[in-house]
């Protein structure tokens, strides 16, 4: 009862008081007003005389962005903005981005400063492409070549022009291939070639680089091994390669200089292909420059493809001067393509065989008397000598100590069928100093004297177990090699000399047998144990391997020879001919039967 009296008298008290405006209106009138609030987000409804917010008008032809869909709007609303100041076109404001470096700046202005960037930045390209380094001299400063113990070694280099033209598609029978691709082709033919001709056991002594060249270069493929993945590495660069730009024959010149002087082998063989004229003069001069920097281990060919007018000369002239052959391929055949480089790769072959197996000459020298060393007379002045020993691990050369005064006879006091000997002193010990009876090529020096470090490696091993057979046969004897070292001596101060040394050995000397068949006849127990060893080598090792070449003073040997089924042990080694010719002149003896 009480709310509803206070409601009544509440209703009273509205009914009677003056009414109090929402909205506090302007002398206007109504049209003024109308147009007024309009424009605003405030709309005066002028019946009521209250207020209620109006969203806003969003005006949908304005560029801004991302669209976004249009809020929804009372029809009424619409009805008014049908008529008077809102259905006017508004004024298009220009689009506001911010550059977070310049500021802000409209549209027009971003467009063309885009289209300006990009034009310097084309005009930049293009300037620094018809202004590519020019070489006109190559680095061949501290040039090395292979040490002495390294087996023989070779790099193929493809160096392969990159230039714009070679994306034409003008290559007959090659189902559309370009001229770069069916380059790479060709490429892989080589390969396969060589994997065929290289014996297997030298495919890591051969390795190959792909250089492309235009105004810069690129290296795709640097010194990898000879083998099968070589093939899909070539495919792979191929697929990624992209021809472009003019021709520059120095830029790929120099970088293969550089990787001849980061992969010291025995030859450089470099297959150049082009097929236009280069913006440049100076690659017949760096051609003259690597021929001299490599004397006898440096070949460049030449390929020419496509139609190359007056370069005809110019190619030529580089093959001749890079000790190598020009190829004209002007025809732009596949097939005659994949010959040109089987005929380059059959060039290789030959050039690498006639490289690794040189004929050697041999040295006549004066000759002495193997006591002419007891005489004070004849003993050549005093070197810095350098002991090296044989690791059969890694099958290399390890120093030992450092240089120490050794001195030389003059003339040698022996002669073989492969070395001379001479006398070698060092602290007092008299030594046996060997050195081959060839002409030997300085980067074979060293490697000369390794097959027979191996032949006394593996002598003494089997010594070893030979002697442990006869102790528990209950003989009382057992047979000795004598340790063997390299010693270098320096001639001048990048000059040297390599000789095999073994302790002078003081008595009778024997020899028991040979490597060609031949035995002593003699009948007492050191030629019996002699030649039992040399029948005890052979079964042991399963028939693959043989000691022969015996001889010494009493059962102290010196420098034997191996035979083996590979052949691996020097010229000496005659492998399975050599085990027939002493099996068929060898009788076994109470010795063989003790061990066998």
Not at 114 to 126: C, F, Q
Not at 351 to 372: F, G, H, P, Q, V
Not at 426 to 449: C, G, P, Q, T
Request: glycine fraction near 6%; hydrophobic fraction near 30%.
């Amino acid at each position: 009862e009480n709310m509803k009296q206070e409601r009544a008298a509440n209703v009273d008290q509205n009914t009677t008081s003056q009414p109090r405006p929402v909205f506090a209106l302007p002398t206007l009138s109504a049209s003024q007003m109308k147009r007024e609030f309009l424009g605003n987000r405030t709309i005066i409804d002028l019946t009521t005389r209250t207020e209620r917010i109006q969203p806003p008008i969003i005006d949908l032809t304005l560029e801004t962005g991302p669209s976004i869909s249009p809020p929804t709007v009372p029809s009424t609303q619409l009805k008014r903005s049908a008529t008077g100041p809102l259905n006017q076109t508004p004024t298009k404001r220009p689009k506001i981005e911010t550059d977070t470096k310049q500021g802000p700046k409209n549209k027009a202005e971003k467009e063309d400063g885009s289209k300006t960037g990009a034009k310097n930045k084309k005009e930049n390209e293009k300037q620094e492409h018809t202004k590519p380094r020019l070489v006109k001299t190559l680095n061949l400063e501290n040039v090395t070549f292979p040490t002495p113990d390294q087996p023989f070694s070779s790099h193929i280099i493809f160096l392969l022009d990159n230039s714009g033209s070679m994306r034409k598609r003008d290559i007959d029978g090659s189902n559309g291939l370009s001229r770069s691709e069916a380059v790479f082709q060709s490429c892989q033919t080589f390969i396969e070639q060589q994997l065929q001709s290289v014996p297997r056991d030298e495919y890591k002594n051969t390795f190959c680089s792909v250089v492309m060249f235009n105004e810069t270069t690129d290296i795709l493929i640097e010194a990898a091994p000879l083998d099968i993945q070589l093939i899909e590495r070539i495919k792979e660069a191929s697929k990624k390669n992209r021809p472009r730009l003019g021709t520059y024959f120095t830029v790929g010149l120099e970088t293969a200089s550089e990787l001849m002087k980061r992969y010291p082998v025995h030859l450089h063989s470099i297959t150049f292909l082009t097929d236009g004229r280069p913006g440049d003069n100076w690659s017949l001069s760096l051609v003259g420059e690597l021929a001299r920097a490599y004397p006898g281990s440096f070949k460049l060919d030449t390929i020419g493809i496509g139609k190359m007018d007056g370069m005809l000369e110019l190619l030529t002239d580089l093959a001749k001067a890079g000790n190598g052959t020009f190829h004209d391929c002007f025809e732009a055949n596949v097939r005659k393509m994949e010959a040109t480089f089987s005929a380059v790769s059959t060039t290789f072959t030959s050039t690498r065989t006639t490289i690794s197996t040189k004929k050697k000459e041999k040295i006549n020298l004066d000759m002495e008397d193997a006591d002419a060393w007891k005489l004070p007379s004849g003993w050549s002045h005093w070197y810095q000598g350098l002991i090296l020993t044989y690791c059969a691990d890694n099958d290399t050369f390890t120093p030992k100590g450092t240089e120490q005064p050794v001195s030389l006879r003059e003339k040698p006091f022996a002669k073989g069928g492969e070395r001379y000997a001479y006398h070698l002193r060092k602290h007092y010990i008299h030594y046996v100093a060997k050195e081959s009876i060839y002409d030997e090529a300085y980067n074979d020096r060293l490697r000369f004297h390794k097959s027979n470090a191996k032949s006394h490696f593996f002598a003494q091993n089997m010594a070893t177990i030979f002697n442990s057979k006869l102790e528990k046969a209950g003989v009382q004897h057992s047979i000795q090699f004598v340790d063997s070292i390299v010693i270098r001596i320096r001639l001048s101060p990048s000059t040297f000399r390599y000789l095999s040394c073994e302790e002078w050995l003081e008595g009778h000397f024997t020899k028991y047998n040979s490597n060609n068949g031949w035995l002593s006849e003699k009948e007492d127990f050191k030629n019996f144990i002699a030649q039992a060893f040399t029948h005890f080598s052979y079964e042991f090792s399963g028939k693959r391997s043989m000691v022969c070449d015996i001889q010494g003073v009493g059962l102290k040997f010196t420098d034997p020879q191996i035979h083996s089924v590979d052949k691996e042990f020097g010229r000496g080694d005659l492998g399975q001919e050599g085990f027939e010719q002493f099996m068929a002149s060898h009788k076994c003896n109470e010795f063989c039967r003790a061990v066998l």
